[in-house]
């Protein structure tokens, strides 16, 4: 028997996996999870609107749905990042996290969580979206906007989307599993995780046009980053992207 039930959907090509999953949620199951992937995306997307630049059958695109239970979304990031570290550590690929949601191997981003919250005749689901460069060239990752790397170009061996899929799909179910009945120990190790930053002068875009900069004190316990501004407040800032 499967020690994580769950529905699975292989698609082909497809605007964005978290789209084509918000489309037909009222199809999946209410019990157990679904977990969609495809094998190109024409309009994958990231965080803020940005594009995930999504070619076929060089990455991983993976979307897991299921009903909303845990109050706290950001248990599934921090659940997600954690098991795409375990990953990549399977591979002997260290890495860190970029608070909230980017997975970095050498300084680069290698890995990225969108997750959305999406209400659908009075069921709220929870829309987990990862995506993982796993064979994208050096050339291809040059289109992306910001210092990039695969799992080929940093370990130099060609990879079976397949076999990270069940890989993803293995560690994510069960360490989301354990993060809702550990969420205090899992937040402990995502915090573990990000916490390389704490002490750096960093700024975040919290909103298109707002940003606050700073040095990193910490994180609250609900996962927020502290950050003090050279006036010497100290402001809590629960979602952006550290620029
Ligand atoms: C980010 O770092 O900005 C988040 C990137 C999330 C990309 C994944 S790929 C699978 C899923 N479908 C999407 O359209 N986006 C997510």
Redesign the pocket.
Known sequence: MNAFPHNSIVLDVV?????WAKKNVSAFPFDMPTLIT?RE?T??????G?S?I?PKDQ?????LVERKISENLLLYVEAAALAIQTLLWDWQLPSLIKWP??ILVDNK?I????VEEFTSQEVTWVIL???INVNMSPDELREIDRPATSMKASLGTQFKIETIKNSLQESLLSTLAWAKNNPALCHDRFEQSCSWIIGKEITVRTAPLAKVSGIVQGMTPEGFLQIKKSTGETVTVSSG?IV
């Open positions: 605007d964005s996996t978290n789209a495809a995306q309009k994958g997307q990231g965080r803020f940005a995930w999504s990455n991983l695109y993976f979307t949601n980017d981003k890995a990225g969580i969108l979206g990862i995506g992207f």
